[in-house]
């Protein structure tokens, strides 16, 4: 047992020697020899006061050469050091990570010369990379002052190793390292001192890092993968952390290892699905093997090389490499290369396509066939028929031209690729083979061709009087039909249409005859007064052949503006409106007659006088017409004019063979028709003349009232069925003709005169007659009438004769009363008015009637006009006895003699009323008044 | 002294005066239009005004009802042609002979003898007005690339930056 645990034990320690822990103390050398130069190196002088010289000594050496001061003249110094402010621990062979703690130092010294004695000082220092601190504790000098005497060469390394301070003991600190020499020269004019030093060593202690890695190695085989490919766990890439000695080994921290690949498409996966990327692997300090999974989808020529690379971990870790090959991929992808373009091997195209020009053969610069990522595949070989497929056909059908039989040879094709697009556009090119590997090419554009032609695009129908609507353009185009967008031409234009015009601006403003192209177009605007149909418009390049014509436009008429009225004889022409003048048939032709009816036509026009039968605006239908602004007018016996009724019905703008019917004959006669419910406005026909139908009566007329014994005039008008005066028109017949009157013969027995109506008593259609009528009376008529057996025959009106002047003439007007009167009694006076005829004068003015008579009396006035017998009356009484004489003056009324006219002289009646006065019975005397003769009636 | 300066004075401005008035004269004789000191001469408008005439009597238009329009358009398009060749001359663009060649190549064909006859029966013209018209397509084609526009809205834009003078 105890035998045992001796083993045990024995076993323990063994392992325990022969695995040693990680850390522990060591040691190393560094040596400045300055063998071959000053090994960076330089003075630093702190006191110079004679000739000083100083630095690399290149001769002279332990055994090659060294660095040195000296100083001449009488008791001078040269003092200073060689200082080298640049290294770090890890410089000087101090492992990574180490930590130095401490530095012994020595150093070789020669006193190469010193002509008179004196002393000297040299040593070695250690200071911060400022070269202000020095980093030792325990001791300032690495190896402290020493004064040389010997000429030949010895080593210097009185003191012990001097610890470092802590904040200096990284292996990568940078530290200063000084040669002090302090030389100084005798007490003699001629004396020198030169004192040199060579192989200046620094032993340096330090703990060194754990031990950790000291590779990275890729331990599978070298792979062979396809390009674009996960390589999975197949063909898995692993990586190891190994040390020294090639056993995996933990890293002694976390470590990051970075693989890449000077591949430039690789891509790295920590999956073996190839999903999670990552250039990075993290080694933890339990683990020291990882899997690396790669696409790369660019070929390799042969290999690329991977590389993996610590970026971070404690350990000093050497890169690993390893080479690998990626091979093109399957076919699948056919690329087309296109002027302007380069093709590249697993890049692809580069540059710009250069643009075509429709029509033009180009050649296609090459056909690659390659895998998904532009790498060729050379085993894509041989005579291939190839299908190309993007550009389109050219607007005019012809279909791009290409070489479909191609040779491939190590996947890029060798056949000239002849090529010719028609549609400009810009568009890809695919070309496949059997359907496969199709690829669209980088964007080509296909420029148009040279001017060809235009097209011209005019939107149908259109309305006459109206700029024309919708898209009107023309578009230049190449020989394909290929819009040319920057042309700039400028084109005529022609049109094989009526009142055509062209404009410039919208709204047809500003006529025109060209058009100029801006971005290879032009808009048209265009107008007609004229409706028509099969009209185009044709545009002709400027000084050039290249032309294009629209298709067939219909213009419609515009919006029935107004209604025409073709009367009898007048035309109407589409376009223009009525023309010629009016002629009607009948007796009165060419002039319409009065009564008898006559056709006319209807035209809805446009505004420009289009007919309206077509179109949108077809005026067609039943229509509510208005005649009422005709000029027509009733007949005399007021018969109106007929019209038709309504509604009035319209084909195709027309109404034609509308019976009318005008009764009034006159000049200036129109004819107008409006449609009131549209509405649209008549327009007036031309005028004409309605002329009297054929004699139908007479018409007998005279005013009234008339005075007896003055003539006055009845006159005989021919005369058609609604009254109408046939004037001129009427022709008198010949034979007796009736004229008669209704009227009598005067009181006093004159009788009318009326004289006879005689053919030649015609003239334009009437006759006047002068008659003479006497007897006071009313309603008195004419009757005339044609020669029998003529019916026409005409009465006058009644005639009112009214009484004539008041005649003087005893016989006439009398003055009447009684024969004698008492003295102072009133008696009547009796007036009788009449006219020379003895009409009486009815309601002739009391106060026109004055009576008059021998004084001495007192007359009353007539206080009332004479009445219907003419008479009226007043009275008198005298005072005085006697014969009296009673007259009557007429004032105011017109008083004639007997001949009826010739006014009377005195004004007074010739007939006079003697009348005696007598006393009257109870006749008082007073006084003494003498009565002589005579007797008293009465008594 | 002093009288004869003034008199000497006098006699250049007369002189200046009546040189202007007739120059101007014969200017105006002699050019229909001037854009930027660029003249269009009466002759050459004349020969454009027949030249589109007979087109339109080819064409069986009713050329007396257009004339007066149709010349008015030939003096705007003159200008307008006018003020590119202004502006090409500033910019320092040209069309070589070869262009025009090039171009001239291009439109008649192999059927050049049949396209000159054509063109001779529409305008009047022969293969001289005809190159000379190439010349100028080409040359508004390469001052629209330049000023990266339509041509015809840069002239309406431009026509305001030009002294154009009609006489």
């Known amino acids: 047992m105890k035998t045992r645990y001796i083993l045990f034990l024995i076993i323990f320690l063994s392992f325990f020697f022969l695995f040693p822990k990680n850390v522990h103390a060591d040691q190393v050398t560094y040596t400045i020899p300055f063998a071959t130069d000053y090994e960076g190196f330089s003075w630093v002088s702190t006191s110079c006061t004679g000739t000083c010289t100083q630095g690399w000594y290149d001769g002279d050496g332990n055994p090659a050469d060294s660095v040195y001061a000296k100083v001449t003249a009488k008791n001078k110094v040269n003092q200073g050091h060689h200082k080298k402010g640049t290294l770090t621990w890890e410089n000087m062979g101090v492992p990574a990570g180490a930590t130095v703690t401490s530095v012994d130092g020595k150093f070789d010294v020669k006193n190469a010369q010193e002509t008179h004695a004196s002393t000297h000082a040299i040593g070695t220092y250690l200071y911060d990379s400022a070269d202000t601190t020095n980093i030792l504790t325990g001791g300032v000098a690495l190896e402290s002052d020493f004064n040389p005497t010997s000429a030949s060469w010895a080593t210097r390394d009185a003191d012990a190793a001097k610890n470092v301070d802590s904040a200096y003991q990284a292996s990568n600190t940078t530290v200063s390292i000084r040669i002090k020499e302090n030389v100084a020269s005798g007490n003699n004019n001629s004396a020198a001192s030169d004192i040199r030093v060579d192989n200046v060593v620094l032993v340096i202690n330090y703990t060194p890092a754990p031990s950790g890695p000291t590779k990275v190695v890729f331990t599978n085989a070298q792979r062979t993968l396809t390009a674009g490919t996960c390589n999975g766990d197949a063909y898995v890439l692993t990586i190891q952390l190994q040390n020294a000695g090639s056993t995996p080994t933990n890293p002694t921290g976390t470590t990051v290892i970075n693989v890449t690949s000077n591949s430039p498409s690789e891509t790295v996966y920590s999956d073996n699905g190839c999903s999670s990327s990552t250039n990075d692997f993290t080694f933890s300090t339990s683990e020291n093997t990882k899997n690396v999974y790669i696409i790369d989808t660019r070929k390799s020529n042969p290999t690329w090389t991977l590389t993996a690379t610590k970026t971070s971990g404690p350990d000093t870790i050497t890169d690993g490499t390893q080479s690998i090959t990626i091979n093109a991929g399957n076919v699948s992808r056919l690329v087309l290369t296109l002027p302007g373009q380069s093709f590249t091997d697993g890049t692809g195209n580069s540059g710009s396509t250069t643009n075509r020009t429709a029509g033009s053969s180009f050649n296609i610069t090459s056909i690659s066939a390659t895998d998904g990522y532009f790498n060729v595949n050379t085993g894509y070989s041989g005579s291939k028929t190839l299908v190309y497929s993007g550009p389109g056909n050219a607007p005019d059908s012809t279909p791009p031209s290409y070489t479909t039989s191609v040779s491939f040879t190590s996947g890029q094709s060798t056949t000239t690729l002849a090529t010719t697009l028609y549609k400009a556009e810009t568009t890809t090119v695919t070309v496949t083979d059997g359907g496969q590997y199709g690829y669209a090419s980088s964007g080509v554009t296909v420029d148009p061709g040279i001017l060809n032609n235009y097209e011209v695009v005019a939107a149908t129908p259109q309305t006459a009087g109206i700029c024309f609507t919708g898209t009107n353009n023309i578009k230049a185009r190449d020989q394909w039909n290929n819009y040319r967008t920057a042309d700039t031409s400028v084109v005529n234009m022609t049109t094989n249409g009526t009142a055509v015009t062209f404009y410039s601006s919208p709204g047809c403003s500003g006529s025109t005859t060209q058009y100029t192209m801006s971005s290879g177009q032009a808009t048209m605007y265009i107008k007609t007064t004229k409706k028509q149909s099969g009209i185009t418009v044709t545009a002709t390049k400027d000084g050039g052949t290249e032309t294009g014509t629209s298709s067939s436009i219909t213009v419609n008429p515009g919006a029935a503006a107004a209604i025409l009225v073709k009367l009898p004889g007048q035309s109407f022409t589409d376009g223009t409106g009525i023309s010629g003048s009016p002629s009607f048939s009948g007796l009165r032709s060419p002039n319409a007659t009065a009564g008898t009816s006559f056709s006319v036509d209807l035209k809805a026009v446009d505004t420009n006088n289009n007919l309206v039968d077509s179109g949108p605006n077809n005026y067609t239908g039943t229509k509510t017409m208005s005649f009422t602004d005709s000029v027509a007018g009733n007949a005399p016996d007021s018969t109106p004019p007929s019209f038709p009724g309504n509604p009035v019905t319209f084909t195709n703008g027309v109404a034609d063979s509308l019976s009318i019917t005008y009764y009034n004959a006159a000049t200036g006669r129109t004819v107008e028709a409006d449609d009131t419910a549209t509405p649209v406005s008549g327009t007036a026909s031309t005028t004409f003349i309605v002329q009297a139908n054929s004699v139908n009566n007479y018409g007998v007329s005279a005013s009234t009232p008339q005075t007896a014994g003055v003539a006055f005039n009845v006159t005989v008008t021919a005369r058609d069925a609604w009254n109408n005066s046939l004037g001129s028109l009427y022709s008198a017949p010949a034979g007796t003709y009736v004229w008669t009157t209704t009227a009598g013969n005067a009181p006093d027995t004159t009788a009318p005169v009326i004289g006879t109506l005689i053919q030649g008593n015609f003239a334009s259609g009437v006759a006047t007659k002068s008659v003479t009528l006497y007897k006071a009376e009313s309603g008195i008529t004419f009757t005339a009438g044609e020669p029998s057996p003529s019916t026409v025959t005409g009465i006058s009106g009644g005639v009112t004769v009214n009484p004539g002047s008041i005649s003087a003439d005893p016989n006439d007007s009398t003055v009447t009363g009684d024969a004698s009167v008492s003295t102072n009694t009133n008696t009547t006076i009796t007036i009788t008015l009449k006219d020379t005829w003895r009409n009486p004068k009815a309601n002739i003015p009391a106060a026109d009637v004055i009576l008059s008579a021998t004084s001495l009396n007192e007359i009353t006035q007539p206080s009332s006009p004479t009445d219907a017998n003419g008479i009226t009356s007043g009275q008198i009484r005298w005072s005085n006895t006697g014969e009296k004489i009673v007259q009557v003056t007429i004032q105011n009324s017109s008083l004639v003699q007997n001949d009826g006219s010739t006014p009377d002289a005195d004004g007074k009646l010739d007939d006079t009323h003697t009348i005696t006065v007598f006393f009257t019975a109870k006749v008082e005397i007073k006084g003494g008044t003498e009565l002589r003769g005579g007797s008293l009636i009465g008594q | ?167």
């Open chain 2, 1 to 167: 002294m002093m009288k004869i300066t003034v008199i000497f004075i006098l006699a250049v401005f007369l002189s200046l005066f009546i040189y202007r008035y007739y120059s101007r004269t014969l200017n105006d004789n002699k050019y229909i239009a001037v854009v930027d000191g660029e003249g269009i001469t009466r002759q050459e408008y004349d020969k454009e005004v027949e030249r589109v005439k007979k087109f339109y009597l080819w064409s069986k238009q009713d050329y007396n009802r257009i004339a007066s329009i149709s010349a008015q358009d030939i003096l705007d398009h003159m200008i307008e042609d006018k003020i590119v060749a202004v502006y090409a001359k500033k910019k320092g663009i040209f069309v070589k002979p070869s262009e025009t060649q090039e171009r001239y190549n291009a439109i008649v064909g192999d059927n050049e003898k049949e396209y000159l006859e054509k063109l001779s029966a529409m305008y009047g013209t022969g293969k001289d007005d005809f190159l000379k018209k190439v010349e100028k397509d080409i040359l508004s084609e390469k001052v629209q690339k330049l000023i990266g526009q339509s041509l015809k809205t840069w002239i309406t834009e431009e026509k305001m930056n030009y002294k154009i003078t009609i006489f």
